[in-house]
């Protein structure tokens, strides 16, 4: 049985902006008060885990422990089924220049390692891991299947939303409106399965 979540107020552990938004959306009905770790300036732990589960809790557990509420993390990346699971977990790290994050660079890494593969399947993969400061941690996992388009194609989203085309749509995540990707997305079929396990009586 899963640990429900009562308190009035939660951590997002996350200092990604875009991340920060859907997740601030998703917890709307909810009536929970959300802060994120970047306006409480809880550091960024370092991501030092092999898998998402494993990302996702470290930073949930630290901005728990850090700030004594708890946190919801969010470990999330896209899988590209060409490349072994490729960038995965490094999905934010194909993406550094060592002047800042460049997506567009990312984008294009990804598109020429695909070079002369005829499968372009990928998934966007989220673990959503829910802590307390007393360390106890709940981790759900979602995903969404889709292509990768080349060229990328819209600005509605963030990272690698524009190459990625989810599975029976004829537009990117990046040319969907907002409310339409967080209804089919990776990170909001992760929250169903938390909502489902630790929120009793869904809306309050
Ligand atoms: P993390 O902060 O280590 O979990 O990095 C995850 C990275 O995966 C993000 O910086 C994005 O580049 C990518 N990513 C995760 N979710 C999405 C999404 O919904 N759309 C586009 N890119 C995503």
Redesign the pocket.
Known sequence: MARKFHEPKLVIA?H?Q??VR?IADLLAPFGVSVVSAAVLGLPEPE?TGATFIE?AELKALAAAHGSGLPALA?????AVHALGGEPG?H??RW?ETGAG?D?GR?MEKVEAALAGKSDRGAH?A?VLALAWPDGHVESFEGRVDGTLVWPPRGDK?????PV?QPDGRAIT?GEMEPDK?HAI???ADAFAKLVAACFEGGER
């Open positions: 996350s990604n875009g991340k859907e991501e990302n969010d470990d999330s990346g896209l977990i999905s934010a993406a994050r997506f990312a966007f989220c989203g963030f990272g690698y939303d990625f995540f990707k997305s990776h990170r």
